[in-house]
């Protein structure tokens, strides 16, 4: 970075003066060149830069410490709209207004020391403007003091925290039921009956991705989907939380609901992720936090703290409603605000992070940290989860109830060999059915397996007659059959004789009766116009049910 003497390059005496005068040095040079010699040999002792900078007011002397933990610099946007701009002034007004007794603005409190300059760096985007602290006067600047008046946001109106919304491991269900669901190919419009989602199905998917239990193509990986369906609770929520914490692959900047993502521009989700977690921390252990508040402190003071140098136009995300791309500091509110609120309502909430509160039946406006969160956040299982022990329900017409603290890996093998229905009273039902028998013989399932699982977890003894179906079904298959039929009656056995004896005999089925008989599917309009070339006029009756 420039020295102090680079910094001062070009401006003129008045200026000169103007920083001198406030660190209580006496000029007697009678150029620029000259005073700026003398200024920098003066200025730059510890003794006196320690005696300015305490003499500074608080918010100049946090601005100063918070671009020495930056390196000595910030890009001059952020820098600009945390502390206030510094005004172009001619030579006239500026001698006239004195701006260094009377500044407009933190920035313009340190410009006039000194104590800042601006000029332009290069970065991997590009030249960038940046905020900076002198070379040779950072040496000297005692250690920042950022502790003193550091937070974001206020404790939450009783009015923001009226409804809460405790942590819980409801994520572990709706990830056995996401794995069991791909497993088997199950339709979205099954999948979506299949379990209350708090979490959206797709973004669990991503998650469960970083997790390294869902592969590249969407499939369960055999082993690790073991591992974690067959691990304590705490541990599998560990598991999940530290694969958010540390994974560059879930992008919740792609996922934020309502805008689109274009373009390979990069971000960095894992360090974005750790600052908001880090703003988190101003909320006072156990008390209720106004995430409003907190968003609109972090705009303020930290806006940039996703955004490169300061960019606000390098990535394309895109308005799903108006189709406009958001490009600009204008749209902080909707981009980088909205993340800081997805990430609290979202995954922090879902991973057990968080509680949340907010007015009855409207959008969360308050956090605080869950009696689990500093173990998930540190990577530790937390200590008292349910266990899984909860018995299956076994019916005599093969349904099958499995409670939500039943085993995650019986219920996902019980699954993949059953038909799904709605879950009710808590329970998630499953049916046995030859067609999902079918299906899982397909996938190297047998139905011993089934029965071995009912055996080991119903509550009860299996129903007799349907361990005896299942036994009949392995060793013979499907016996018996059900299907729509299109039945074709006629008036007398005349007329099933000569249609018999035409060309459309090709169209029909089995004999059903003397005056009935199976019609082929998707042959009817054949069949009757055969019926009309023999004399015979017929209609197609519309099934009522």
Request: aromatic share 8%.
């Amino acid at each position: 970075m420039p020295s102090l003497s680079q910094s001062l390059d070009g401006k003129d005496l008045g200026h000169i003066r103007m920083v001198a005068e406030l660190w209580g040095i006496e000029l007697v040079a009678k150029d620029a060149r000259a005073a700026i010699k003398q200024l920098c040999e003066s200025l730059l002792t510890t003794e006196l830069v320690t005696e300015i900078v305490e003499a500074l007011p608080d918010n100049a002397r946090l601005a100063l410490g918070e671009l020495q933990v930056e390196g000595g610099r910030s890009a001059w946007g952020a820098f600009s709209r945390r502390n206030g701009e510094v005004r172009e002034l001619g030579p006239a007004r500026r001698d006239k207004e004195q701006p260094q007794r009377n500044p407009a603005s933190t920035s313009e409190r340190l410009w006039y020391r000194a104590m800042i300059g601006r000029a332009f760096f290069d970065t991997a985007e590009g030249a960038r403007e940046f905020a900076y602290i002198p070379a040779d006067l950072l040496s000297l600047l005692p250690a920042a003091e950022l502790d003193k008046g550091i937070s974001f946001g206020r404790p939450a109106r009783p009015v923001e925290r009226a409804a809460e919304q405790k942590a819980n491991d409801q994520i572990l269900d709706e990830a056995s039921t996401l794995l069991a669901a791909r497993r088997i190919c199950l339709s979205a419009d099954t999948l979506s009956e299949a379990e209350a989602w708090r979490s959206p199905s797709d973004v669990l998917a991503a998650l469960l991705q970083a997790a390294g239990i869902l592969g590249a193509d969407g499939q369960p990986i055999s082993e690790t989907t073991r591992n974690f369906l067959a691990a304590e609770r705490g541990t599998a929520l560990a598991l999940l939380a530290t694969a958010w914490l540390e994974s560059e692959d879930f992008n919740e900047l792609r996922l934020l609901p309502g805008l689109a993502a274009e373009g390979d521009w990069r971000n960095q989700p894992v360090q974005a992720r750790h600052k908001v977690i880090g703003f988190l921390q101003s909320a006072l252990r156990g008390e209720w936090w106004s995430l409003p508040a907190l968003i609109a402190d972090v705009k303020a003071r930290q806006a940039d703290f996703q955004r490169p140098a300061g960019d606000y136009d390098s990535w394309y995300l895109k308005d799903k409603v108006s189709g406009n791309f958001l490009r600009g500091f204008a749209h902080w509110d909707q981009i980088d605000g909205a993340l800081i609120g997805y990430l609290v309502r979202g995954p922090l909430h879902w991973l057990g992070i968080v509680d949340l509160a907010g007015p009855k039946g409207e959008e969360a406006l308050a956090f605080r940290f869950s009696a689990w969160a500093e173990a998930l956040l540190y990577g530790s299982a937390p200590k008292g989860l349910a266990k899984e022990d909860a018995p299956l329900v076994v019916d005599s017409q093969g349904q099958i109830q499995v409670p939500r603290l039943t085993s995650r890996a019986v219920r996902y093998q019980v699954a993949r060999f059953c038909e799904w229905e709605a879950p009710k009273r808590g329970m998630y039902v499953y049916r046995v059915r030859a067609a999902s028998l079918e299906r899982s013989r397909e996938q190297g399932l047998e139905v011993r397996q089934l029965l071995g699982l009912l055996k080991a977890h119903s509550e009860a003894a299996l129903p007799p007659n349907l361990l005896q179906a299942l036994q009949r079904w392995e060793k013979q298959g499907t016996q018996a059959k059900m299907g729509p039929m299109l039945v074709l009656r006629l008036s007398s056995a005349a007329i099933m004789k000569a249609l018999r004896a035409s060309r459309a005999a090709r169209y029909l089925g089995e004999p059903l009766g003397p005056t009935t008989i199976q019609v082929k599917d998707g042959a009817s309009r054949h069949v009757l116009q055969a019926l009309t070339e023999l004399g015979y006029l017929g209609k197609i009756e519309e099934y009522k049910s």
